[in-house]
């Protein structure tokens, strides 16, 4: 066998293989999901800077942290309330649209935390308004989180120049178990 037959042979046999060792995983860890909002009164961004390109009119390359607080029904993780999260962004805009990173720490009221890295497209539909969408997946956690891993989605409308936004966030996850004493 060779040609076509052979590579779709080949890559059935991996992609079984791989499905069959993380079954075992999967079937251990069940996922969870959380769905929250980030209200703009409880969402701020305590750093900004931007510097101009001058490639083209409106063009910033821009790095930013934004602080949420959760001071009433607060997303619970594993059994743990988020207390606060903090992200750290970096984004390359014309005219407010474009891409970015984003590099979020998630705090629980214990002082566990745990970590996410997500990409982000965002356009602009007003003055000092736009909406922006992510996707990305946890990188890691400490604590009761050690071993978290899973995906995240967020929609925001954010006001750069009023320095609020809201956040709806949806944390799909699960936690495994550690070979490491607690």
Do not use: C
Not at 28 to 33: E, G, I, N, V
Not at 66 to 82: E, M
Request: glycine letters at 10%; zero cysteines.
């Amino acid at each position: 066998m060779n040609g076509p037959t052979s590579l779709i042979l080949k890559s059935a046999a991996l992609m079984w293989l791989v499905v069959a060792s993380s079954t075992g995983d999967a079937v251990a860890q069940q996922r969870q999901r959380v769905f929250f909002h980030a209200s703009g009164e409880n969402s701020k961004y305590t750093k900004q800077y931007a510097i101009d390109v001058p490639d083209m009119p409106g063009h910033q390359v821009r790095i930013y942290e934004v602080r949420r607080t959760f001071p009433t029904n607060p997303p619970i993780v594993n059994g743990l309330a988020i207390k606060e999260i903090w992200t750290r962004g970096i984004a390359d805009y014309t005219e407010d649209n474009g891409h970015g990173s984003l590099y979020s720490e998630y705090l629980m009221e214990n002082g566990d935390r745990f970590f996410s890295f997500a990409s982000v497209i965002a356009h602009r539909i007003g003055f000092d308004d736009f909406l922006s969408n992510t996707v990305g997946y946890i990188t890691g956690g400490t604590g009761k989180l050690e071993g978290i891993e899973g995906v995240l989605r967020t929609t925001a409308r954010t006001h750069p120049k009023a320095g609020t936004l809201e956040v709806d966030t949806e944390i799909q996850y699960s936690v495994g178990k550690s070979d490491v004493p607690k």
